[in-house]
């Protein structure tokens, strides 16, 4: 299986999907730490394709309220990154 970086991923995207398809497996890593596996979608049909309830038209002006949590998201996302 071969091992390539986020950066070098997104710079040929295309390629790398091209080479999945033909059957290629790769795994996609963030500082030698792996991030997602990619494999092909065997023709017997593992994938299921479930179509939308709702076209996209209806929901793209979707607001919805405020979770009002007891914490800022802001001091969730810091404290996650705090961890890097």
């Known amino acids: 299986m071969k091992r390539i970086k986020i950066a ?3 710079n040929h995207l295309s390629e790398h999907l091209r080479a999945v398809e033909r059957g290629a497996e790769m795994e996609v890593t963030d500082r030698q730490r792996p991030i ?12 299921v394709i479930v179509p939308a309830r709702r076209p996209f038209t209806q929901v793209r002006g979707k607001r919805y309220r405020p979770a009002r949590w007891a914490v800022r998201s802001l001091d969730l996302l810091l ?3 705090g961890r890097r």
């Open 8 to 10: 070098e991923f997104k």
């Open 36 to 47: 997602v596996r990619l494999a092909p979608v065997s023709a017997s049909g593992d994938a």
């Open 79 to 81: 404290e996650e990154r």
